[in-house]
Every structure is written in C-alpha cells, then in structure tokens.
C-alpha cells in the first residue's frame, strides 16, 4: 500500500482560497491594507492551529474513504496531524494594488518515501502475511498512525504570497493560491 500525500491532504484549498475583504479601499494607508491581509491570514490558519473543529472535521472527512480503508480514526489522524502546527506571519509588505505576505509554517512534514518503508516492512514480515484481513487492516493503521505521531513539527521554508487588489478586496493571485494549497504536507 502506498501512502501518498493524498492520503494526508486536507483539502485546504477550499479553505484556503481567500478573498480578503479590505476594511480600508484603495485610498487607505498602507499600514491598514497590511493588517487586513495579516487578519485574513490568521482567520485562514487559526482553526488548523486550534485545532477547532471546522479543521479537524475537514481533514477526516476529506479523507474519510483513506482512513476507513486502514482502519484510522479520522479524529485522531486529524488531532496527530496537527499536533505542533503554528505558523507566522514574517512580513506583509504593500505597494499600490499589489502586496506580498511571508509566512512561515510550522508543522509535520510526512515524508512519503519513510512511510512506504514502513509499508514495505510490514507486507514483508510473515507474521502479518498470517494475518486475517481485519489483522492486517488494524496493524497498517496502527504503522501509520504510529508513524504520523512520531514525526516532529518543524519550521518549514518562508513562503511568499501575492495577492492583488480587485477593487476593494485584497485576492490571493492564482500561483498563490496553489502555493498555499501546497504549503500543507498533511
């Protein structure tokens, strides 16, 4: 079994796809545009970081199909996904109908080839050969999660985002909205 970032996506991008409505329009001081783009942000990644229940019901159940077929509990994959996430806003800088954000995550970073190994020994070991189906379901679930729990949270790369003012609301420019899609690794 193969274990993709499929398998850990959390189908952010729903979440992710920000307009940012501008409390001050195009005429407002730089200085109010910018928290407006730091308030979108952290409305955006707060529930990932508190672990609220709109993140966590998100993650199992846009994986709920994946979990079930190894036997995971969509809560907890979601509790140990999240486990030591954070992120900071390094820097909003605007200039005119422009603006760029860094932003840097903390969080798990699920390495896929670690968890094919994982698999790889398991399906290798005749004691799980021997096993019935429902066994081997609950011992790829148990690997999994173990693996999942075990990864520690770490600081990732500074990410740049762009957005652009659309008449008086600060958009995520299309590139970054894939960028912030693929800032999750879980």
Request: proline share 3%.
């Amino acid at each position: 079994m193969k274990l993709t970032k499929s398998l850990a996506a959390i189908g952010v991008s729903a979440m992710m796809v920000m307009s940012v409505g501008a409390l001050a329009g195009c005429n407002a001081a730089n200085e109010a545009n910018e928290e407006v783009i730091r308030e979108a942000i952290t409305q955006e990644l707060d529930p990932y970081k508190n672990h609220d229940s709109r993140a966590v019901d998100q993650i199992r159940s846009q994986n709920a199909v994946a979990l079930a077929t190894v036997g995971i509990d969509g809560e907890q994959y979601a509790e140990a996904l999240l486990d030591g996430f954070d992120y900071a806003i390094e820097d909003v800088t605007v200039d005119g109908n422009n603006a760029t954000a860094t932003l840097v995550m903390t969080q798990k970073n699920i390495d896929e080839n670690e968890a094919e190994v994982i698999m790889e020994e398991l399906v290798e070991d005749p004691a799980f050969v021997a096993m019935t189906d429902d066994e081997r379901k609950a011992a790829v679930g148990e690997k999994i999660f173990e693996y999942i729990e075990s990864v520690p949270s770490a600081p990732q790369d500074p990410v740049e985002l762009e957005f652009v003012m659309d008449g008086n609301m600060w958009n995520l420019t299309d590139d970054s909205k894939t960028k912030m899609e693929s800032l999750f690794t879980f």
